[in-house]
């Protein structure tokens, strides 16, 4: 039994189809690499604590391709995991953060759909990241 409504699910996937487009921005990469331990704070919460390793792979995949270190991950993945990682930052979304219970569970959500569409860019990257990152 799912704790979104058809309604609220049928939001979820209307705003990941939307990232999955991956057009994304310098401000958005900016915003990730400036607010990264605010994203990373919220994954102490319980609905968002089982992807931590993932969100943090997705920042420092963010952060390797603005510097241009690591190019070698389509445009579109790097736009999901932006998009993915700014919605989890913004208090304001679908379902607002501050509400008791229930308010990260549309970004644990976008998470776990993101998570699924990148996860073999995600390993390359781990790979990559192991050899060439301390």
């Known amino acids: 039994m799912s704790l979104f409504s058809k ?3 049928k939001k979820v996937n209307e705003k990941f189809d939307f990232f999955k487009q991956g057009d994304f921005n310098e401000d958005d990469t900016k ?3 400036d607010h990264e331990d605010d994203i990373l704070k919220k994954c102490t919460n319980v609905s968002l604590a089982k ?3 993932d969100i943090k792979t997705m920042c420092a995949m963010v952060k390797v ?9 389509p445009v579109k993945t790097i736009g999901m ?10 208090p304001q979304d679908l379902i607002p953060d501050y509400i008791p219970g229930v308010g990260l569970l549309d970004d644990a959500s976008i998470v776990a759909l993101c998570i699924a569409a990148i996860k073999s860019d995600l390993e390359a990257f ?4 192991k050899a060439h990152l301390k």
Do not use: G, M, S
């Open 31 to 33: 915003t990730v690499l």
């Open 51 to 53: 992807f931590l390793d």
């Open 126 to 129: 781990k790979v990559w990241a």
């Open 81 to 90: 995991a932006t998009l993915t990682l700014v919605y989890v930052f913004c």
């Open 65 to 73: 391709w603005v510097k241009k270190d690591y190019r070698a991950i």
């Open 7 to 9: 309604k609220d699910q």
